[in-house]
């Protein structure tokens, strides 16, 4: 097995891929764009491998950057495997990083492409549990180097079309191991689900000491900082019964499409503005 096949991503999007004088010329160009696929390396239940998150945003955007026209300027890191996730302490296997250090590394990185004359840094994230992070450490990281947009972004967030493929109870309550992502590892890779198909966390009956005060929810308007611990004994927060490789398949379209259109369009753009808007008292 070659080293491009293990990592599932195209050679010729690979930034490592390329020799010095090639990134050189790369990063250079007008418009060129970065893409770090941000994982985890945490529990999901008894049937899905800790890399759910990982192999979920190195995969879905290894097909993103094959829809793409050959010569856009867009080059993807190596995925960042071990994200955020002190929710599933406890959980064997779970490892995670001190969300000071996620941060640091952003933008240490970060601040190096730019550097180099990357004009764009894409979070491609799949891990729900480091959104806010991901977007402080974003904010912190442009507010240093101006000069290049930072966007992060969350694999499930925003996508049209998901709502249709998806039932109202999962999109509202399946927030791990539940039916979106066991039927998209059914689709991705198979022979990494295990036979169980749990159901836990505010799913279970009877009506568990997991629902928030009324007003309050475990995400949403007005969220709790939830640990697995308070919702589950099986680490699945969320129904995973109805899963199929059938719906992981028309998620997998879903998603490529939808973040194939919004990356198409981040390339055909300006973005970020080149010169800041004065300030007016
Ligand atoms: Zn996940």
């Known amino acids: 097995m070659t080293a491009q096949a293990h990592l599932g991503l195209s050679a010729t999007r690979r930034l490592d891929s390329l020799s010095w004088p090639e990134a050189e010329k790369a990063l250079q160009q007008s418009g060129s764009t970065v ?12 049937h899905l491998p800790l890399a759910t998150d990982a192999l979920f945003s190195e995969r879905i955007l290894a097909s993103v950057l094959s829809e793409l026209a050959a010569n856009a300027p867009i080059w993807s890191l190596p995925s960042q495997s071990i994200g955020f996730s002190p929710e599933h ?35 491609f994230n799949a891990h729900g549990g480091q959104i806010g992070l991901l977007q402080a ?16 972004c969350f694999l499930w967030s925003g996508v049209s079309g998901l709502a249709a493929l998806i039932p109202e109870e999962e999109l509202r ?27 836990d966390g505010d799913h279970r009956q009877p009506a568990s000491l997991a629902t928030p005060p009324p007003g309050w929810s475990l995400e949403g308007a007005a969220p709790t900082a939830w640990l697995t611990s308070d919702l589950s004994s099986s680490g699945v927060i969320g129904d995973s019964r109805a899963a199929s490789a059938e719906l992981g398949e ?26 800041p808007v004065a300030v007016v008292n």
């Not at 893409?35 to 008894?46: D, I, K, N, R």
């Not at 539940?178 to 159901?199: D, H, I, K, W």
């Open 89 to 123: 302490a406890g959980f064997p296997g779970t490892l995670s990083v001190s969300s000071g250090l996620l941060t640091q590394l952003i933008i240490e990185v970060g601040t190096q492409l730019s550097a180099q004359g990357v004009k764009r840094l894409v979070l």
């Open 173 to 199: 309550g399946g927030l791990h191991a539940a039916q979106a992502e066991t039927s998209l590892m059914l689709a991705l890779e198979p022979r990494l689900v295990g036979e169980a198909r749990p159901v």
């Open 137 to 152: 450490a974003a904010r912190e990281l442009r507010v240093q180097s101006p000069s290049m947009a930072v966007l992060p």
């Open 35 to 46: 893409v770090w696929p941000m994982g985890a390396f945490e529990q999901h239940g008894p």
């Open 250 to 275: 028309a998620l997998e379209r879903c998603l490529v499409s939808h973040w194939a259109n919004l990356f198409g369009s981040l390339l055909a753009s300006n973005w970020p503005p080149s010169q």
